[in-house]
């Protein structure tokens, strides 16, 4: 297992940009696939967007394509989640997981590892 911290939450407006961090303790960070979910008051937690170990392949929600990034550096153990164009219907707690699956993965419960969450606001 990995242990997970985000930051980079916060309030914006909408058409606004932040971008949230998820920094990893442990040596196999590099063999784990990173995934972003959210969870909006009175909803289930959704899948975001997940990235392979290498970083070569990347997997999104239809509703964050093209607008959301996710990156990582294995050398620093740290995963990132560019947000751009922000929508009102955004706004959630994010949370960073890991999953020691081989290959790409988006379900939830595949994920083992989960940090604490970091909000994210959406004025409009």
């Known amino acids: 297992q990995v242990q997970l911290v985000e930051s980079g939450g916060g309030l914006v407006q909408a058409g606004g940009s932040l971008r949230l961090s998820c920094a990893a303790s442990g040596r196999t960070f590099s063999r784990h696939v990173m995934g972003w979910f959210r969870q909006a008051p009175g909803k289930e937690r959704e899948f975001v967007a997940a990235?392979?170990?290498?970083?070569?392949?990347?997997n999104y929600a239809d509703s964050v394509k093209g607008r959301f990034t996710v990156s990582r550096d294995n050398a620093k153990n740290t995963v990132f989640l560019q947000m751009t164009s922000l929508k009102p219907e955004d706004t959630a707690v994010y949370y960073c997981?890991?999953?020691?699956?081989?290959?790409?993965?988006?379900?939830?419960?595949?994920?083992?590892?989960w940090g604490q969450g970091t909000q994210v606001t959406v004025s409009s």
């Open positions: 997981a890991a999953s020691p699956a081989p290959s790409m993965v988006s379900q939830r419960s595949l994920f083992s590892s």
């Open positions: 990235i392979s170990w290498s970083g070569g392949v990347t």
